[in-house]
């Protein structure tokens, strides 16, 4: 590290050397920091994009989960309708027979009427009249029981329609909700392309911000070997000339709120031993001040000077 006069820094920071030097590492540091947050930025959407496709995926599960239950709920509705239709068909051949009946003995009561009407003989009338009741009776029974079997059909016919139709939309939902569960499955799978791209693109950025880093370190070594100094990552050091204790650190930064004392780029300020960058000083010629004072000029920077001994603030 050379030892330098303040006057002979500020000169060889303003020199062409330095001017060209400083001009290669702000464009260095420039793409460094672009690729960085570029590399942060698209492993973060790289990131959101895996969980976005997880997200799909696992709705895609579901869809297809719910579409087993409608396919089922159809399977079933569907079984109910066929019992329904096959006991009312079974009904229908029982209702046959029962009509069948009910018609013989209306055939046998209008004979026994019309038989009645037209005989004279009075021993046959009065054995027919006392057949006549009998015969409406067991008529009309038997036209009940048909009627009953009839409504017994349609009833069985009504409740096998609604299972069917019943079958029938939950047919229609499962294919609904296995389109959606494919869309999901695609949507998925176009999710985690997307996300390997980002990947791919955060890795071509991470090593664009690796290549930026080691070209900033190469200008800094350069300095090292160009301009005499010491290099850290916010500074570049020389030894202070008239003052073995002292050191001037030149900031490459600008940072208003970084440090105790407001960084500003290329501005040169006085450090020593015990603090370092911690105590900086904007740089005077001559020695530098000790430690004890340039606390107390750091504090009348900070706070404004003190009263003097026996005057009210």
């Not at 006991?87 to 003995?105: C, I, K, M, N, P």
């Not at 695609?186 to 390997?196: F, V």
């Not at 208003?256 to 904007?282: D, F, N, S």
């Not at 000029?297 to 009263?307: T, V």
Request: with cysteine; proline share 4%.
């Amino acid at each position: 590290m050379k030892a330098v006069r303040l006057a002979e820094l500020r000169e060889v920071l303003q020199g062409a050397p330095f001017a060209a030097w400083w001009a290669d590492l702000q464009r260095a540091q420039a793409a460094a920091g672009q690729a960085s947050e570029r590399h942060r930025d698209l492993r973060a959407q790289a990131e959101l994009m895996d969980q976005r496709a997880e997200l799909a995926q696992r709705a895609a599960i579901d869809a297809f989960s719910s579409a087993g239950g409608a396919e089922e709920d159809q399977a079933r509705s569907g079984a109910d309708a066929q019992e329904l239709e096959n006991r009312a068909l079974a009904l229908v051949g029982t209702y046959e027979e029962q009509r069948t009946r009910t018609s013989d003995l209306w055939y046998r009561l209008g004979g026994v009427e019309r038989t009645l009407e037209e005989a004279t003989d009075p021993a046959a009338r009065r054995q027919l009249e006392r057949q006549l009741p009998t015969l409406r009776q067991e008529y009309g029974q038997e036209d009940q029981r048909r009627d009953r079997l009839w409504a017994e059909v349609e009833a069985l016919w009504a409740r096998s329609l609604e299972r069917s139709l019943l079958s029938h939309e939950h047919g229609e939902r499962a294919r609904r909700i296995r389109r959606e569960a494919e869309r999901l499955f695609k949507e998925a799978d176009e999710r985690r392309q997307r996300a390997r791209q980002l990947q791919a693109e955060a890795g071509a950025a991470a090593r664009e911000e690796a290549a930026a880093a080691r070209l900033r370190d190469q200008l800094l070594e350069r300095a090292e070997g160009e301009f005499g100094c010491v290099h850290g990552e916010r500074f570049l050091y020389w030894r202070h000339r008239d003052d073995r204790r002292a050191a001037f650190a030149v900031s490459l930064v600008d940072d208003a709120g970084g440090a105790e004392v407001a960084l500003r780029a290329l501005a040169v300020y006085t450090v020593g031993p015990a603090r370092g960058v911690a105590a900086l000083e904007p740089a005077r010629e001559g020695p530098a001040a000790s430690a004890e004072e340039a606390d107390r000029r750091l504090e009348a920077h900070l706070l404004g000077p003190r009263p003097a001994p026996g005057v009210p603030p």
